[in-house]
C-alpha cells in the first residue's frame, strides 16, 4: 500500500512562544508533515537606533534556512491568496499577533490550529501566559484550538495541561509551554489531517479574557497584597518589568525589581522601608511586606539589594511612592520625624 501524501502546513507565527514549534515543524520530513511556507510579521524598528529587526520567529527561520513571508496584513486578499496556491492541509498559528478573518482562517483544508498558552476558556486574548502567574493558577497549558471568528473562542482539538509551583517568571514560563506544545504537535497535526479527529466546543463557564499588557503595569502599587506584587513581579519579566521611584537628595530613581519575596505584616504605611541594611531591604505593601532581592538601577546592571545599598544608602523611614505623588513624599535622613511611616495606632516603627 502506498503512503499517505504528506500534510502540507504553514507556520504563522511572531512570538518566542512558537520558536520549539517552528523547529519541531521544520524537522519534521519524517513524520510526513511538509513545511509549506512561514510567515510573520513584518520587521520592525527596534533599539536605540531603531534599527529594523525581525521577529523572534522571522530571525529564527531565516536561521532554519527558511524565506519568511512578512505580510502587512495577513488577511489582505493577496496573501490569502498566497496560501491558497500552496494548496495546505492545516496552518498553525502561535502568537502572530493579528486577529484573523475568514477567509485566512477556512484557506487550508482543515482550517487554522491556534497554539494558545492557557487552558481554554481560561485567559482568552493577548497575554494568558502574564495572566496564569498573576492569578496565583495552580496549572496552566497549552490548548490547541481550530480558530473561528471570535477571540480565542474556538473548539479544542487537545489540551495539555502543566503544574506550576509558584516560582515561575513569564519567560520561563513562556519556553516550558512553547516545548510542551511542540511535543504535541506533530501527533495532534496527524490525529487532525488523517484520523479525522474532531474539536470540542469551549464551555461556557469560565471564561476569562487576559488583555494586552501596557508599559505602565510595571509600576508597583505599594499598597496591594504582598503577594500580587511578588506574581507581578514575576510576570513582567523579562518585559514590561516592574519597578519603584526612589526618592534621594538628588531626585527620584527609578528602580527596577526582579526578585522578591513576600514577607509578613509589619504596622507601617504602604511603601514604608521598614529595613534597608546589608541583611534586608524591606517594605511594607497594603497587606504584608515585600523584601526586594535583586534590582536593577538606572543605567546599570542587575545587582543584588546589598551592593546597591552599599551604593546608594536608603534610610528606614523612607516613602516610596508612585510617579504621580512622589514630589510630595520625603526622604528622610536619621534626623527625620521617627513616626511618619507608622501605621494608625503604632506605637513605633518594628524592625524585622
Known amino acids: 500500500m502506498a503512503p499517505p501524501p504528506p500534510i502540507r502546513l504553514y507556520f504563522l507565527g511572531s512570538g518566542h512562544l512558537g520558536l520549539p514549534l517552528l523547529r519541531a ?5 519524517p513524520a510526513g508533515l511538509v513545511l509549506a511556507g ?10 536605540r537606533h531603531r534599527a529594523l529587526a525581525p521577529t523572534p520567529i522571522g530571525a529564527e527561520a531565516l536561521r532554519l534556512g527558511l524565506a519568511p513571508d512578512r505580510p502587512a496584513c495577513a488577511n489582505a486578499p493577496e496573501f490569502v491568496a498566497h496560501l491558497r496556491q500552496l494548496d495546505l492541509d492545516l496552518a498553525v498559528v502561535v502568537a502572530y499577533g493579528q486577529l484573523l478573518k475568514e477567509p485566512l482562517f477556512t484557506a487550508p483544508r482543515h482550517g487554522c490550529l491556534n497554539v494558545h498558552a492557557s487552558l481554554l476558556p481560561r485567559h482568552r486574548g493577548a497575554s494568558p501566559v502574564q495572566a496564569a502567574i498573576l492569578a496565583g493558577d495552580g496549572e496552566t497549558g497549552v490548548s490547541f484550538m481550530r480558530i473561528d471568528r471570535g477571540l480565542d473562542t474556538g473548539p479544542v482539538w487537545r489540551q495539555i ?11 520561563a514560563l513562556e519556553t516550558a509551554l512553547g516545548e510542551l506544545a511542540a511535543a504535541h504537535l506533530a501527533e495532534c497535526i496527524t490525529a487532525i489531517c488523517r484520523a479525522g479527529l474532531q474539536p470540542v466546543p469551549q464551555p461556557a ?6 488583555r494586552k499588557i501596557t508599559k505602565g503595569q510595571g509600576l508597583l502599587d505599594w499598597t496591594a497584597d504582598c503577594g500580587r506584587l511578588e506574581r507581578q513581579v514575576r510576570a513582567f519579566h523579562p518585559w514590561p518589568g516592574t519597578w519603584f521611584f526612589l526618592p534621594t537628595p538628588k531626585g527620584r530613581r527609578r528602580v527596577m525589581v526582579t526578585a522578591v519575596r513576600p514577607r509578613p505584616a509589619v504596622d507601617a504605611h504602604p511603601g514604608c522601608v521598614v529595613q534597608a541594611d546589608q541583611d ?6 497594603g497587606h504584608g511586606a515585600l523584601e526586594l532581592g535583586r534590582v536593577v538601577p538606572e543605567g546599570r546592571g542587575e545587582m543584588n539589594v546589598a551592593e546597591f545599598l552599599r551604593g546608594c544608602p536608603v534610610a528606614t523611614g523612607t516613602r516610596l511612592a508612585n510617579d504621580s505623588n512622589l ?6 535622613t536619621h534626623e527625620a520625624d521617627p513616626h511618619q511611616c507608622r501605621g494608625p495606632g503604632d506605637p513605633g516603627r518594628r524592625r524585622l
Not at 534586608?280 to 505593601?285: E, G, T, Y
Request: aromatic share 2%; hydrophobic share 45%; charged share 20%.
Open 25 to 29: 515543524l521544520a524537522a519534521a520530513a
Open 161 to 171: 495541561r502543566l503544574p506550576l509551583r509558584g516560582t515561575e517568571t513569564a519567560d
Open 280 to 285: 534586608a531591604w524591606i517594605v511594607a505593601c
Open 38 to 47: 512561514v510567515g510573520t510579521q513584518p520587521d520592525r524598528p527596534r533599539g
Open 205 to 210: 463557564a469560565g471564561a476569562t479574557v487576559a
Open 327 to 332: 514630589s510630595t513624599e520625603l526622604h528622610p
